[in-house]
């Protein structure tokens, strides 16, 4: 895997609080593995990249997941997060996420259409990524699990990855 390429400036305020290059990515599927992430983040006092599963941004779209964001942001308000929706090669999608102001987005197509959504993302305070980053939990194979399950999950693995934001 190539490393994750991001161009654009963090966005402002308590959101977008780490590069998701360094900071514990865990990949979420629901909005009650959001919560249990965003739990398990303040619990340890980290921050956290909640990141869509791969190609989302196309399949569950922009506003869902800002939506999901917003909803898991209420819920655990002391929690510190960016997030990060995943496109594909999908630039329409990519553009979609843009508008909706996720933080951070992946595209993994041309590279020329990449550079273009790249200054694009710029002028909104948005970061485009041409790379997943690693995650240190997909919690997919968790979708049926009960919420404190999930939540020791995501607490586990933030204790045990090495990066601090």
């Known amino acids: 895997m190539t490393e994750a390429r991001a161009s654009g ?3 402002e305020g308590g959101r977008d609080v780490c590069d998701p290059g360094t900071a514990p990515v865990i990949i ?12 398990a983040a303040a619990e340890a006092g980290r921050a956290v990249v909640l990141a869509s599963a791969p190609d989302a941004g196309i399949y569950a779209g922009a506003g869902w997941f800002r939506e999901v964001l917003r909803a898991a942001r209420e819920a655990v308000p002391a929690a510190q ?5 995943d496109c594909g090669e999908d630039a329409g999608a990519a553009m979609a996420a843009v508008r909706a102001g996720i933080d951070a987005i992946v595209f ?9 959504l790249g200054d694009i993302a710029t002028q909104a305070g ?5 790379a997943r980053p690693a995650a240190i939990l997909d919690l997919g194979v968790s979708f049926f699990a009960d919420d404190e399950s999930v939540r020791r999950r995501c607490a586990d693995a933030l204790a045990s990855s090495a990066g601090f934001c």
């Open 108 to 116: 993994t197509g041309r590279a020329d259409v990449a550079a273009r």
């Open 9 to 11: 400036p963090p966005s």
């Open 28 to 39: 979420f599927h629901t909005l009650a593995h959001a919560v249990a992430v965003l739990n």
């Open 81 to 85: 997060s960016s997030a990060l929706l």
């Open 126 to 130: 948005a970061r485009l990524l041409t």
